[in-house]
């Protein structure tokens, strides 16, 4: 078993742009900071690296002795946390290799960076063999340099879809086309807002849309995918038919195209991991898109003493964001250590320069989402047997009937009626549907509750024994 320190001065969870970014600025005083990733390589989603390619540093982190202060143990996962007096417990599992060892770190100070999955919304025929999310797609490409398939149709919403497409193409697959369900043109209306990081994105976009005409692939905005098909049940995916829709993702009758592919992926945002922040109590906040975020003050606190939070878990806003949440983050970390924890405001050029680049980057994510929503009114409007949560095989019928004739009102009584997200993924993948399908809107509440995970991961019956004998 690889040797895991009990105890350190801060523990970051997660290695992505904000962990790692935390991690550094964390160790400056030369505080024992340890950083726990599940992932078998540092990089999280967007910095993600296959087995031969050079380890992920975040940008301008180059004095090499504060790392060599850092120690990062990959592939274990934090599946639960708790208070300890002055101390935070994380408690956590090792992967395949070692999956029946279960370890517990205390820590003076947290911050969780554990970033966010893709965000999916059930529509027939996305059980298929061959349909997977956006993020899963570009994943198998970075880390395992593997193509999703061989024909992939793109959907969902959002520039991500073009950083999907983007990914597939430069790994020599083919895309039949991209279909995003907005109107990028909705983009207009949050102009300023997207300003002044619109003007240093717009490179980015003029690379997309130079990959689109370049491979002739055909970009269907206002359009969103309807069913997915096999050549026979269970079969893998063959075709998927695409409708032009309303604001609302309704689908126009008589406007049905059908794309013959073998994969389809979804992307409808994403949505944050919150498991151990729910579990401490953290307060928590509905986002611009909808998705439930913690709440963090200028700092990165959130409203539990000594546990801070960075990146995609304080609201989903893309990489440099969480790059630059981190590094406040750490230096918080390192503050809070100084002064021992009382809540006073660093105050450097350094500071108030990361405090003004946050902010614009904010804004900006801000406008995205805005640009970019998700409607769900019609997932209810689609045939009965979808499956809306697919690691127990719910169906629609079966979660509108528990709405409708069994007076289920919130995403909770659904799961204790229906079983959709007591499954394997624990509602990661079904959640926004099922939230989407109960009546009136989304409330903090039920979303923190579908969000609070007592054990964030499974945990295999030998590894608690294991500890029972220990
Ligand atoms: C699937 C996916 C693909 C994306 N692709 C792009 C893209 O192409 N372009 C783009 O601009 N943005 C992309 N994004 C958004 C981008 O990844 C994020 O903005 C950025 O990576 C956020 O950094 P982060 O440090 O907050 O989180 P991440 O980079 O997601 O890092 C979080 C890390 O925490 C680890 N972790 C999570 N939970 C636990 C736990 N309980 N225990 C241990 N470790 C844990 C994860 O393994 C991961 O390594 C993507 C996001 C996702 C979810």
Known sequence: MTELAAECDVLVIGAGAAGLS????????????????????????????????????????????????IATYMGWQAYAADLDGDLVVVRLRGDERHRNDLHAVSTRVLVVA???????????????????????????IKGSGVLPGRRTLVTGTGPFLLAVTAAIVQAGGEVAAVIEANQPRRLIRH??????????????????????????????TGHRVTEIHGAEDDAAVASAVVHRVDEQWRPIEGSARTFEVDCVTLGFGFTAQLDLLMQLDCEAVQSADGGLAV???????????????????TGVGGVDLAAVEGRIAGIQACHLLRTDGQRTQPDSKVMTGLYRRRGHLRRFAKALALSFPTPTAWVAEQTGDTMVCRCEEVSLTTVLEARDDLGATDARAIKLLTRAGMGWCQGRMCSYTVEGLCPGPTSVASQKAAANRPIGVPIPLGAVAKQGRA
């Open 295 to 313: 709440c963090v003050d200028d700092n990165q606190m959130t409203s539990v003493p000594r546990v801070l939070a960075a990146g995609e878990t």
């Open 22 to 69: 935390a991690a550094y600025e964390a160790a400056a005083d030369g505080n024992r900071v340890v950083v726990i990733d599940a992932n078998a390589r540092p990089g999280g989603q967007y910095h993600r690296r296959g087995v031969k390619d050079p380890p992920y540093f975040p940008a301008g982190t180059t004095d090499a002795q504060r790392w060599a202060n």
């Open 114 to 140: 554990t970033g966010a999955v893709d965000r999916q919304l059930a529509i027939p025929g996305w059980q298929r063999p061959g349909v997977m999310a956006g993020g899963g797609a570009q994943s198998l």
């Open 191 to 220: 102009a300023a807002q997207l300003m002044p990081t619109g003007l240093m994105k717009s490179g980015e976009a003029l690379k997309f849309a130079a990959i689109l005409a370049r491979h002739r692939i055909p970009y269907l």
